[in-house]
C-alpha cells in the first residue's frame, strides 16, 4: 500500500511540474510578445522547473517575473542594486494572487525606480541596475538564455 501511495505522490508532483513549467513558458512567451526581451536561466534535463525570469525593455532596464506561489499566475517585481536597508527589489504583487493576465502597463512597472508605498527615507538608497550591468555581474552566457 504504502508503494503505491509513493508512486502516486510522484506521479501528481511530476504532473504538476510539467503544468507549472508550461505556464512559467506561456507567461514569458506573452511578456515577449509584448516587445520585451525575457531572460530565463539555462537549464540541463527534463526535470527541471524554471519559475522566474528577467525583462528587458529597449532602455536596458531590467524587471522580474515569476511564478506566484501557487504557480499558476504571475507577479512582477522592480530591481536595483543590493543595499541592507531595502534590499534588491520591490515586490509589485500578492505573491498569492499574481496576474492570470496581463498587458503592458502591468509589466511595465517593472522599471518604474520604486513604489509609491516606499518610505522617503529609503528612496535616495535606490540605485538602478541596467540589464547589461546584471547580467555581467551576476550571470555568464553558460547559465542564462534569452527566451
Given at each position: 500500500m504504502?508503494?503505491?501511495t509513493i508512486k502516486f505522490n510522484i506521479l501528481n508532483f511530476t504532473i504538476m511540474k510539467n503544468l507549472k513549467r508550461k505556464k512559467?513558458?506561456?507567461?514569458?512567451?506573452a511578456i515577449?510578445?509584448?516587445?520585451?526581451?525575457?531572460f530565463v536561466?539555462?537549464?540541463?534535463?527534463?526535470?527541471?522547473?524554471?519559475?522566474y525570469g528577467w525583462i528587458v525593455n529597449d532602455k536596458d532596464e531590467i524587471g522580474y517575473f515569476q511564478l506566484d506561489r501557487f504557480g499558476f499566475a504571475v507577479?512582477?517585481?522592480?530591481?536595483?542594486k543590493p543595499c541592507y536597508d531595502i534590499g534588491?527589489?520591490?515586490?509589485?504583487?500578492?505573491?498569492f494572487e499574481g496576474w492570470k493576465t496581463f498587458d503592458k502597463e502591468v509589466v511595465d512597472r517593472c522599471f518604474m525606480h520604486h513604489p509609491d508605498w516606499?518610505?522617503?527615507?529609503d528612496i535616495p538608497k535606490i540605485?538602478?541596475?541596467?540589464?547589461?550591468?546584471?547580467?555581467?555581474?551576476?550571470?555568464?552566457?553558460?547559465?542564462?538564455i534569452e527566451f
Open positions: 504504502l508503494g503505491s512559467f513558458e506561456e507567461y514569458a512567451q515577449k510578445d509584448l516587445g520585451y526581451k525575457v536561466r539555462k537549464y540541463d534535463g527534463d526535470d527541471y522547473l524554471n519559475n507577479t512582477f517585481s522592480t530591481m536595483h534588491c527589489g520591490f515586490g509589485l504583487d500578492d505573491e516606499v518610505k522617503s527615507w540605485r538602478k541596475w541596467t540589464a547589461t550591468e546584471y547580467f555581467a555581474k551576476y550571470w555568464n552566457k553558460e547559465n542564462v
